[in-house]
């Protein structure tokens, strides 16, 4: 394996010469500066509300010297488990402190453990604590929104996931499946036993594209032999659920796991058993330091930033659907660790580079799914829409299990509302 790895190395690297000193050099970290500051600009927009883009495919931005009368920003988030608690809301709990430091005056809070059911009363709730703005941070809050958003008509809403928009509805996703792609190349890269283990959260948005797109990143290591991948499911929200996932993978042989659930305790698990992990987390090195590799994450802070001036000066309509991409740093990957290979680096930057400049083909056929049925046809590659249907895993996962418990009478939340004030800690009140 070694020699393969090590032929490839040197193959890849000749034929890509030409990227040489554009890459990632080792992924994205988080960068409070690179996301959006005070400074008086919007993005420009065309009729329908979607952002204008330059020659070079960037945002175009306009300075204002006189501002519009702003609106007042109260925004409230409503989260599916506990602010923080895993590593989607810890982004988005990031994205929220970035609101009220980038945008002056504004104000946030939250409700948390919200069930889809809950939705309505959440709304209510924040709606009578003054919030003008809405973010749903979950898939699962997808269809509820738009009913509450049609409901609602004086209120702008952001939801994470789905597909459904109004004119005081913005829907963002993101291109995750191009981070797991360049993941995916770094797991095999690493493995000695060439068998790849995954536990993956069904409820995670999108999670059979972001596992394709790792299944298909693994794929890029050589044409001939490709990695044994042995997949299990399980919730991120139950940690016996997912160490019971992980043992199985690691008894399978499994020498590397990537971890698309957004649960801590995951990656936390195979650093106490010292299993080299990959991970949906920005804190990869704070939570595995030893063993992990690599990871992909969502930076949400510059979309929400520019959607609240959008609404702050009334600068026309809420865009449609976002899907941010690499490109856009709106998916962003954890630059590797010192314990990777030697020669990882190199060659995921051009992987990198290729995503960055949307020049990755990662779903082209012909590629089957484990059932041994062609999904895409030899040739063909999937549209954007296409992608974020997909719901099929590849062909090279072996094994799949799954430890799933039925959620037959989940705990709801108590409907409080968490403030934060500047300087002064958090409150909480619960809206009469």
């Not at 919200?114 to 749903?136: E, K, P, R, W």
């Amino acid at each position: 394996m070694k020699n393969i790895k090590k032929r490839f190395l040197s193959l890849f690297l000749a034929g890509c010469m030409i990227f040489t000193g554009t890459g990632c050099n080792g992924g994205d970290t988080e960068n409070p500066e690179e996301s959006t500051s005070n400074t008086d600009y919007v993005t420009v927009t065309d009729e329908n509300g979607e952002a204008v883009t330059d020659e070079s495919g960037q945002v175009v931005t306009s300075s204002l010297t006189e501002l519009p009368p702003e609106l007042e920003l109260k925004v409230g988030f409503i989260y599916s488990g506990t602010a923080g608690g895993d590593s989607a809301s810890e982004v988005f709990e990031s994205a929220r402190a970035e609101i009220e430091r980038s945008l002056d005056g504004a104000k946030t809070c939250y409700v948390e453990n919200v069930l889809v059911s809950q939705f309505a009363d959440a709304t209510a709730q924040l709606v009578n604590a003054g919030c003008n703005v809405i973010v749903g941070t979950s898939n699962r809050f997808a269809n509820v929104i738009h009913e509450e958003a049609e409901a609602n008509d004086k209120v702008y809403f952001i939801s994470f996931g789905g597909e459904r928009t109004r004119s005081n509805l913005a829907v963002f996703q993101g291109e995750m499946y191009k981070g797991s792609y360049v993941c995916g190349l770094a797991a095999a890269f690493n493995s000695d036993s060439n068998i790849l283990g995954v536990v993956a959260d069904p409820s995670v948005m999108s999670v059979y594209n972001i596992v394709d797109g790792y299944i298909q990143g693994t794929k890029e290591l050589n044409d001939k032999t490709h990695p044994d991948i042995r997949l299990n499911w399980a919730w991120g929200f139950e940690d016996e659920e997912n160490k019971n996932a992980i043992d199985d993978l690691v008894a399978q042989g499994c020498d590397v796991i990537f971890t698309a659930t957004y649960s801590k305790y995951a990656v936390e698990y195979c650093e106490q058993l010292g299993v080299k992990v990959i991970g949906l987390a920005h804190n990869m090195p704070e939570l595995a330091p030893n063993t992990y590799l690599s990871g992909c994450y969502y930076y949400l802070s510059i979309f929400l930033i520019d959607q609240l001036r959008n609404v702050r000066y009334a600068m026309g309509k809420i865009p449609t659907v976002y899907m941010g991409g690499v490109r856009e740093k709106a998916v962003r990957i954890i630059d590797f660790s010192e314990t990777c290979r030697e020669g990882t680096v190199e060659i995921c930057d051009v992987l990198y580079q290729l995503a960055f400049e949307e020049k990755t083909l990662i779903f082209t056929g012909e590629v089957k799914d484990t059932e041994g049925v062609v999904k895409i046809e030899k040739g063909a590659t999937l549209t954007s829409d296409e992608i974020i249907g997909i719901d099929w895993i590849a062909d090279n996962v072996s094994v799949q299990k799954n430890f799933c418990a039925p959620q037959l009478d989940p705990a709801g939340s108590d409907l409080i509302v968490h403030e934060s004030l500047p300087d002064m800690g958090e409150t909480t009140t619960t809206a009469e």
